[in-house]
């Protein structure tokens, strides 16, 4: 990372369309420096680093927040001694308050600042905060679209309550406490990474509290394509909303629509595949 040449400045959570237009500026020998907040819960954490091919530095908001632009400079010219170019958001501030923007930036550092225009998907600016928003409301696609991947996050397996075998459907059960975002209550067609398998397997997952049953809150995936053994952990990739949670009035009816679920799953799934 020392050899970086070039540096992309940003928050970066989802690591989504707007900011790869960052990362397109950096060429060959380029790092990014994710200023952390501690509120990222699209891509919490190390969670960005699945999503770019470049080394990844993280600098802690409340350590750097009460340096001038001077100041910042000359730490990132320590970080990167062979810095030639910075490339920011057009939206991009930093410093005490915030009160320092790209101009400064440019005023300041002998090399190159690329200044990134917004960028917009279909008129629509795109914006961490707007995908967040989306995944609120369920709108899989409309997020999947902005971040240009499909949403996903990652845990690991925890028991279940212990039905779905016996009278539903087998599922895994995980536990997501990395700080990842959960979309609105319901049912989604899904894509789920076992373990450290290379591959995803198709599959119907269930973000929500379990009403007809036992009320507690859950993250569970059912794997189409048959069971699987031991898991440890899990990722769910979200691939499209299939309904909202609901109550039925009985396990029977519950099973109904759990068939409907896989049904539809299936349909979308290997529609992707053609």
Known sequence: MKNSTAIAIGGFDGMHIGHQHLFAELGEQGSIVVIETGYANL??????????????MYLQLDEIRHLDAIGFIELLQSKFPNLEKIVVGYDFHFGKDRKYNFDDLKELFTGEVKVVDEVSLNGDSIHSHKIRAKLGIGDIKGANAFLGHNYT??????????????????????????????????????????????????????VGHRVTTDGSFAVESHIL????GNVEKASISFVSFIRDNKKFDSIDELKKAIKSDIAIASKELKLLQL
């Not at 891509?43 to 990844?56: A, D, G, L, V």
């Open 43 to 56: 891509t919490p954490k190390k969670e960005r680093e699945h999503f770019s091919k470049y080394p990844i």
């Open 225 to 228: 394509e048959g069971e699987v």
């Open 153 to 206: 996050i990652r845990g690991v397996r925890e028991s279940g309550q212990g039905i779905g075998k016996k009278e539903l459907v087998a599922t895994i059960n995980l536990s997501c406490k990395d700080g990842f975002l959960l979309p609105k209550e319901g049912v989604y067609v899904t894509l789920t990474r076992i373990d450290n398998e290379e591959h995803y397997h198709p599959s119907v997952s269930f």
